[in-house]
């Protein structure tokens, strides 16, 4: 099983840019679809972003298409996100996931590994 490690959050003032990172053990991680979620306080976490095992393929939510972008170096087992032009609306807790199955019909993730410890981004007005 993939154990995964993010870092990278912080507090950043609106407009600004953070890179988060995603360490992966194990050798199948470039076999993998990889994506990132959100959770937001009183919130359900949502999607925000996936890659193909490639890094030829990429997927964004609508809330944050032409601010974010997915990336992966499968020799670093690393996947990354890099999150500009933040608002408020973005501060939530940061996760990466394996996907497991994906609906290409929707181009959306449906199934998972486990999750890590996340991490924190904090956008101030």
């Known amino acids: 099983q993939v154990q995964l490690v993010e870092s990278g959050g912080g507090l950043a003032q609106a407009g ?3 890179r988060l990172s995603c360490v992966a053990s194990g050798r199948t991680f470039r ?4 994506s990132w979620f959100r959770q937001a ?11 193909s ?3 030829g ?9 032409g601010r974010f972008t997915i990336s992966r170096d499968n020799d670093k087992n690393t996947v990354y996100l890099q999150v500009n032009s933040l608002k ?8 990466c ?3 497991t199955r994906w609906d290409a019909r929707t181009a959306t993730p449906i199934g998972f590994g486990s999750w890590g410890q996340g991490t924190q ?3 101030s007005a």
């Not at 076999?31 to 990889?34: A, D, G, L, N, T």
């Not at 306080?41 to 890659?51: D, S, W, Y």
């Open 16 to 18: 600004g840019s953070l």
């Open 53 to 55: 095992s490639s890094g």
């Open 97 to 99: 996931n394996t996907i």
């Open 88 to 95: 408020p609306e973005d501060t939530a807790v940061y996760y």
């Open 121 to 123: 981004v904090t956008v």
């Open 31 to 34: 076999s993998y679809f990889m």
């Open 41 to 51: 306080p009183g919130k359900e976490r949502e999607f925000v972003a996936a890659i």
């Open 57 to 65: 393929n990429t997927y964004y939510a609508d809330s944050v298409k």
